[in-house]
């Protein structure tokens, strides 16, 4: 079974100071995609970041970034000079490639991220 | 504006009166699908649907059904509600066909479900 695993329910950091998010999954696939979502309050699911397993290069979206180590299935998000609008819900999720389970993103649990001012 | 958009926002409904969940996108995506979010569990897909008439189960079905009768609408169908199904339930879509349905999908605002 394909799974996803976020070992921090919840976590704090200070206004402008940085945090790291962790997520790891399983799969025999070698190649998926690997996505950060954020939920804040308002319950909407916002797409932050994205990475293809083919690619070595980490995906970086201003002042968020992930750690991708494919071989360890680890998948952490960075966040760089926290703000308090980035206080949420953050799920990581994975999708198998498109003939396995037709397109199916598996989360996480998700990690909720509170940013202290 | 690009957007997938649910109806209605927030239903309290009693159990075994039968309701449907609208979605509709305006991207002319492909692949759409449904989950529900329940906490502690993250989403779980309840069906997707890879281009019109084309339906299929995701990890949680029981207790729902889906139709696509056009590629814009895929709404959830709650033929007689339990308590149990009681969520918050999100539409997504996405591109799809050929290019994979490992695109990116966006997703609705979410609809809060009571079933008491």
């Known amino acids: 079974a394909q799974t996803v695993t976020q070992s921090q329910p919840e976590m704090s950091v200070q206004e402008a100071e940085t945090v790291t998010l962790s997520c790891t999954y399983d799969t025999s696939e070698s190649n998926y995609y690997l996505f950060w979502y954020k939920q804040p309050p308002s319950r909407q699911m916002i797409l932050v970041i994205r990475?293809?397993?083919?690619?070595?290069q980490n995906a970086t979206e201003n002042r968020f970034s992930v750690n991708f180590q494919k071989a360890a299935k680890s998948f952490s998000l960075k966040i760089s000079d926290s703000q308090l609008g980035d206080t949420a819900m953050y799920f990581c999720?994975?999708?198998?490639?498109?003939?396995?389970?037709?397109?199916?993103?598996?989360f996480g649990q998700g990690t909720e991220l509170s940013v202290k001012p | 504006e690009a957007q997938v958009t649910q109806n209605p926002r927030y239903l309290i409904t009693v159990t075994g009166k039968k309701l449907t969940v609208t979605c509709s996108q305006n991207?002319?995506?492909?692949?759409m699908s449904w989950y529900r979010q329940d906490p502690g569990l993250g989403l779980r897909q309840i069906y997707y649907?890879?281009?019109?008439?084309?339906?299929d189960k995701g990890d949680v079905p029981e207790g729902y059904k889906v139709s696509r009768k056009e590629k814009r609408n895929f709404p959830l169908i709650l033929e007689s509600p339990s308590p149990n199904q009681t969520s918050l339930y999100f539409c997504a879509s996405s591109l799809g066909g050929l290019g994979g349905s490992t695109d990116t999908q966006y997703f609705g605002p979410g609809t809060r479900l009571t079933v008491l």
């Open positions: 649907s890879m281009n019109v008439e084309v339906t």
């Open positions: 990475q293809e397993a083919y690619k070595q």
């Open positions: 991207m002319n995506h492909e692949y």
């Open positions: 999720a994975f999708i198998p490639p498109r003939y396995n389970q037709g397109g199916k993103l598996i």
